[in-house]
């Protein structure tokens, strides 16, 4: 599995509070970010139906470290 970086900006208010929600959940920005894409996809392909592609966002897989 191919993993890229996406940089994005952020209002740090905005940051502050997802960040917040992260650290209450026992989780890092990143992976917190990660679950929100994930069950955002999931809920696009329940309406939308599938997406072509081998990921599938109700399995939480993290990415691996080089």
Same mark, same amino acid.
């Given at each position: 599995?191919?993993?890229?970086?996406?940089? /994005? #900006? +952020?209002?740090?208010?905005? $940051?502050?509070? +997802?960040?917040? +929600?992260?650290?209450? *959940?026992? #989780?890092?920005? =990143?992976?917190?970010? $990660?679950v929100l894409i994930r069950e955002n996809i999931k809920a696009? *392909?329940?309406? =939308?139906?599938? /997406?072509?592609?081998? /990921?599938? &966002?109700? +399995? =939480?897989?993290? &990415?691996? #470290? #080089?």
């Open positions: 599995m191919a993993v890229k970086s996406v940089s /994005i #900006r +952020i209002e740090k208010e905005m $940051l502050d509070k +997802i960040a917040y +929600i992260a650290d209450y *959940e026992g #989780r890092s920005v =990143n992976s917190h970010v $990660l696009f *392909e329940e309406a =939308n139906g599938k /997406i072509e592609g081998d /990921i599938h &966002p109700d +399995i =939480n897989v993290k &990415p691996t #470290r #080089r």
